[in-house]
């Protein structure tokens, strides 16, 4: 059975903090692995990483994939009040289906 | 449009009432996704489209669930008989592309969702 697993579940951080979100995943036909931010609202897309050891970036966010080892993370620098919600992985199969793991709820104090 | 758009945004039915979520994709997405996600979980597959056909219902949890996508662009998931483990809030997702050739165009982009809740 297709298994992404997200650690912690829960963190809790003061604003400045830097913090690592963890996922990991056993599937068949992998294709990509994606993380999403989720507020009271839809998952917004933040990457879609394909291959191992390189990093996206975007701003305080940025993560990475090990194709090897099966896992991913994604690393907030300088945390804000503004990342406050649940993060999302998600491994893209072929055959089109997206496994999402069950999200780590990230909540940053002022 | 700008983004995927669901509606209605929240819907209470008492159980046995059949209900319809609707989702209106981005413009000139091929590939239409439903989700179902339960109270601190992430979503779970439901079902996929590509153009209007289903090509993957592995995910629809009874057959009280049917989804349609008649002309490729608007889609309908129709629950029927609604039971209260039916409530959740289901997403819609779009894509460019699903598969293809370009990993460019798998993001799958998300509704806002519908919140469902059987009584």
């Known amino acids: 059975e297709d298994k992404v697993v997200q650690s912690p579940l829960s963190l809790v951080v003061h604003e400045g903090d830097t913090v690592t979100l963890n996922c990991s995943y056993e599937v068949t036909n992998f294709r990509s692995l994606l993380w999403y931010k989720q507020e009271k609202k839809a998952p917004t897309f933040l990457f879609m990483l394909t291959s191992s050891g390189i990093e996206k970036k975007s701003g305080r966010l940025s993560s990475i994939l090990d194709k090897k080892e099966l896992f991913s993370i994604l690393n907030i620098t300088a945390t804000q009040t503004g990342d406050s919600a649940i993060y999302l992985c998600a491994v893209y199969l072929y055959g089109n289906k997206l496994v999402f793991g069950a999200g780590t709820i990230l909540r940053v104090k002022s | 449009g700008a983004g995927v758009s669901q509606s209605p945004r929240y819907k209470v039915a008492k159980r046995g009432q059949d209900v319809a979520l609707r989702c209106d994709p981005i413009s000139g997405h091929v590939s239409l996704f439903w989700y179902q996600q339960a109270l601190g979980q992430g979503p779970e597959f439901l079902t996929y489209?590509?153009?209007?056909?289903?090509?993957?219902k592995s995910g629809l949890p009874s057959d009280r669930f049917f989804a349609e996508r008649p002309e490729g662009s608007v889609s309908t998931l129709k629950i029927q008989r609604t039971q209260q483990e039916d409530s959740a809030v289901y997403l819609c997702?779009?894509?460019?592309?699903?598969?293809?050739?370009?990993?460019?165009?798998?993001?799958?982009?998300f509704g806002p969702g519908t919140r469902l809740t059987v009584l």
């Open positions: 997702a779009s894509s460019l592309e699903s598969g293809g050739p370009s990993f460019s165009t798998d993001t799958q982009y």
């Open positions: 489209f590509q153009n209007e056909a289903q090509l993957d």
